[in-house]
C-alpha cells in the first residue's frame, strides 16, 4: 500500500502525532512518502492541514482517498473545509470531549498515539549534581495558569534543577534562579531523557512515562498526581490532562506535590507502569490500523457490516419520511416508507448479505442499488467496535 503523509508544518504539536503514525504504518511494510509526488498513484493521502484539501484534489483527482486528521482541541476551528473531498476524518481526543463535533459526516474518534523514542540519549550528571525536574504543561491555553499556581513550590525547591516550558514572559520575572525557562519545543524528548522527574500534561507526560520516568500528572483538568499502575490506563484514556473527572481550572494542592515530588519510585514500579501503558497503547493502534485497513474493502463486500452515519437522523413529515442532518436541522434527501424500512436494517449494525436474505429474490437489485447509494453518500458506515473508537449514538425515527 502506498501513502502520502503531509504533516502540519503550522503547528508543531501535529508532528509527535505525524511520527507516530509514520512509525505504525513503517511497522506494517506499508510505503510512506512526506513530499507530493505527482507521478505517484498513492492509496491513501493522509493530511493533517485542511488549507492542502483543495490543491490534493486537484492533482490526485478521483485516484487517492483523502484522510484528515485532527485534534478535539482544533474542532471549533476546524468546521470549514469542503467535506466533499474528505473520505474519513480522524478525530485525535487531545481534550476532554465537551463540544458536538460538527464539520465532515466521516468523523471517527480515537485516543491519541505517541512515537517511540530511545532512552538512550541522557546526558550523564556529574557526582553531585542536583535531580532534574521538567515541567511541560501541554495546553496553550491554561498553561501559563497552571506554571503560576505551582510556581511558588517550585522557587523552594532548590535542592533540584528545573526546567519550565512557557512562554509567558511574567513567570520569567517571578522565578528564582534555579529554574529555567525552556522556550523551544523541538527539545522536549531531550529534556524529558534528561530528567528525573516530568511534570506536566499531554504528550509530556505520556512521553515521559514511555521513557520510564517518574511522572506528576497537573493540567487543565487540575491535579492528577504521581502515576501509578492503577491509574495509567485511566490516565491514557484522558490524555493526562488532569485529574480523572476533574474539571476546568481546578484547585491544586501544592502540598500534595511536594509529597508526590519527595515520594521515591523503583525501577520495577516504572518498569509494570510502562508494560501496562503498552498494553493499552497496542489495542489503540490496533483499533486504528482495523479502521484504516477496513475503509481498504470495497464498497460491495457483502459480509462487511455497516451502521447508521450519527451524523444522520430519520424523520417523517407529512407522511413522507427524510434523511436529516442533525446538526443543521436540513433535510437531505427524501425517501419511500420501503427505503426507511431498509435503511432502519442498519440502525445496530447489519450486512449486505444479512439485509437481502430477507427479502424475496426479485427486490434484491433494487435493496442492493439502495444499500449501496446509502454506502457511497456516507449515510450509512462501517462498523467499528472498539473502546477507543466512538461513532456517536444511533439514531431514531422521530
Same mark, same amino acid.
Given at each position: 500500500?502506498?501513502?502520502?503523509?503531509?504533516?502540519?508544518?503550522?503547528? *508543531? &504539536?501535529?508532528?509527535?502525532? @505525524?511520527?507516530?503514525?509514520?512509525?505504525?504504518?513503517?511497522?506494517?511494510?506499508?510505503?510512506?512518502?512526506?513530499?507530493?509526488?505527482?507521478?505517484?498513484?498513492?492509496?491513501?493521502?493522509?493530511?493533517?492541514? &485542511?488549507?492542502?484539501?483543495?490543491?490534493?484534489?486537484?492533482?490526485?483527482?478521483?485516484?487517492?482517498?483523502?484522510?484528515?486528521?485532527?485534534? @478535539?482541541?482544533?474542532?471549533?476551528?476546524?468546521?470549514?473545509?469542503?467535506?466533499?473531498?474528505?473520505?474519513?476524518? !480522524?478525530?485525535?481526543?487531545?481534550?476532554?470531549?465537551?463540544?458536538?463535533?460538527?464539520?465532515?459526516? @466521516?468523523?471517527?474518534?480515537?485516543?491519541?498515539?505517541?512515537?517511540?523514542?530511545?532512552?538512550?540519549?541522557?546526558? $550523564?550528571?556529574?557526582?553531585?549534581?542536583?535531580?532534574?525536574?521538567?515541567?511541560?504543561?501541554?495546553?496553550?491555553?491554561?498553561?501559563?495558569?497552571?506554571?503560576?499556581?505551582?510556581?511558588?513550590?517550585?522557587?523552594?525547591?532548590?535542592?533540584?534543577?528545573?526546567?519550565?516550558?512557557?512562554?509567558?514572559?511574567?513567570?520569567? %520575572?517571578?522565578?528564582? *534562579?534555579?529554574?529555567?525557562?525552556?522556550?523551544?519545543?523541538?527539545?522536549?524528548?531531550?529534556?524529558?531523557?534528561?530528567?528525573?522527574?516530568?511534570?506536566?500534561?499531554?504528550?509530556?507526560? #505520556?512521553?515521559?512515562?514511555?521513557?520510564? &520516568?517518574?511522572?506528576?500528572?497537573?493540567?487543565?483538568?487540575?491535579?492528577?498526581?504521581?502515576?501509578?499502575?492503577?491509574?495509567?490506563?485511566?490516565?491514557?484514556? $484522558?490524555?493526562?490532562?488532569?485529574?480523572?473527572?476533574? *474539571?476546568?481550572?481546578?484547585?491544586?494542592?501544592?502540598?500534595?506535590?511536594?509529597?508526590?515530588?519527595? @515520594?521515591?519510585?523503583?525501577?520495577?514500579? *516504572?518498569?509494570?507502569?510502562?508494560? =501496562?501503558?503498552?498494553?493499552?497503547?497496542?489495542?489503540?493502534?490496533? %483499533?486504528?490500523?482495523?479502521?484504516?485497513?477496513?475503509?481498504?474493502?470495497?464498497?460491495?463486500?457483502?459480509?462487511?457490516?455497516?451502521?447508521?452515519?450519527?451524523?444522520? %437522523? #430519520?424523520?417523517?413529515?407529512?407522511?413522507?419520511?427524510?434523511?436529516?442532518?442533525?446538526?443543521?436541522?436540513?433535510?437531505?434527501?427524501?425517501?419511500?416508507?420501503?427505503?426507511?424500512?431498509?435503511?432502519?436494517?442498519?440502525?445496530?449494525? $447489519?450486512?449486505?448479505?444479512?439485509?437481502?436474505?430477507?427479502?424475496?429474490?426479485?427486490?434484491?437489485?433494487?435493496?442492493?442499488? !439502495?444499500?449501496?447509494?446509502?454506502?457511497? =453518500? &456516507?449515510?450509512?458506515?462501517?462498523?467499528?467496535?472498539?473502546?477507543?473508537?466512538?461513532?456517536?449514538?444511533?439514531?431514531?425515527?422521530?
Amino acid at each position: 500500500m502506498k501513502i502520502l503523509l503531509l504533516p502540519n508544518l503550522h503547528k *508543531k &504539536k501535529y508532528d509527535l502525532q @505525524t511520527i507516530a503514525i509514520k512509525q505504525i504504518f513503517e511497522d506494517k511494510g506499508y510505503f510512506i512518502e512526506e513530499e507530493i509526488n505527482p507521478a505517484t498513484i498513492y492509496d491513501y493521502i493522509i493530511t493533517f492541514d &485542511k488549507k492542502s484539501i483543495s490543491r490534493i484534489k486537484k492533482v490526485f483527482w478521483n485516484k487517492s482517498k483523502i484522510i484528515y486528521i485532527t485534534y @478535539t482541541s482544533e474542532v471549533a476551528r476546524e468546521h470549514f473545509f469542503n467535506e466533499a473531498c474528505i473520505y474519513k476524518s !480522524f478525530i485525535f481526543l487531545d481534550k476532554k470531549r465537551t463540544l458536538n463535533l460538527v464539520g465532515a459526516n @466521516t468523523n471517527i474518534l480515537m485516543n491519541m498515539l505517541a512515537p517511540n523514542f530511545n532512552s538512550d540519549k541522557i546526558t $550523564n550528571k556529574a557526582e553531585g549534581d542536583k535531580p532534574r525536574i521538567y515541567i511541560d504543561i501541554d495546553n496553550d491555553m491554561l498553561n501559563s495558569d497552571v506554571c503560576l499556581k505551582i510556581l511558588p513550590l517550585m522557587n523552594t525547591l532548590s535542592d533540584y534543577q528545573i526546567y519550565l516550558y512557557t512562554k509567558n514572559r511574567t513567570i520569567a %520575572s517571578l522565578k528564582n *534562579k534555579h529554574i529555567k525557562i525552556v522556550k523551544d519545543l523541538d527539545g522536549i524528548v531531550t529534556h524529558i531523557n534528561n530528567s528525573d522527574i516530568v511534570i506536566g500534561s499531554g504528550y509530556p507526560a #505520556l512521553l515521559a512515562c514511555k521513557l520510564k &520516568k517518574k511522572v506528576i500528572v497537573v493540567g487543565e483538568r487540575g491535579y492528577g498526581g504521581l502515576v501509578k499502575e492503577a491509574s495509567i490506563r485511566a490516565f491514557y484514556l $484522558n490524555f493526562f490532562q488532569g485529574r480523572n473527572g476533574g *474539571k476546568l481550572d481546578e484547585y491544586i494542592p501544592l502540598q500534595i506535590l511536594l509529597q508526590d515530588i519527595q @515520594t521515591i519510585i523503583d525501577e520495577q514500579e *516504572k518498569q509494570l507502569l510502562l508494560e =501496562k501503558l503498552q498494553q493499552s497503547e497496542i489495542e489503540n493502534i490496533n %483499533s486504528f490500523l482495523s479502521i484504516f485497513e477496513d475503509y481498504i474493502t470495497d464498497a460491495d463486500d457483502i459480509d462487511k457490516r455497516y451502521t447508521i452515519n450519527p451524523c444522520y %437522523s #430519520l424523520r417523517e413529515i407529512d407522511r413522507y419520511f427524510y434523511i436529516i442532518d442533525v446538526y443543521m436541522g436540513k433535510q437531505i434527501k427524501r425517501i419511500n416508507e420501503s427505503e426507511c424500512l431498509i435503511m432502519m436494517e442498519f440502525l445496530n449494525s $447489519n450486512s449486505m448479505s444479512a439485509l437481502l436474505d430477507k427479502y424475496p429474490v426479485e427486490y434484491k437489485d433494487d435493496i442492493f442499488r !439502495f444499500a449501496e447509494e446509502l454506502i457511497e =453518500k &456516507k449515510y450509512l458506515i462501517p462498523y467499528v467496535e472498539s473502546d477507543f473508537i466512538s461513532q456517536g449514538h444511533p439514531p431514531v425515527i422521530e
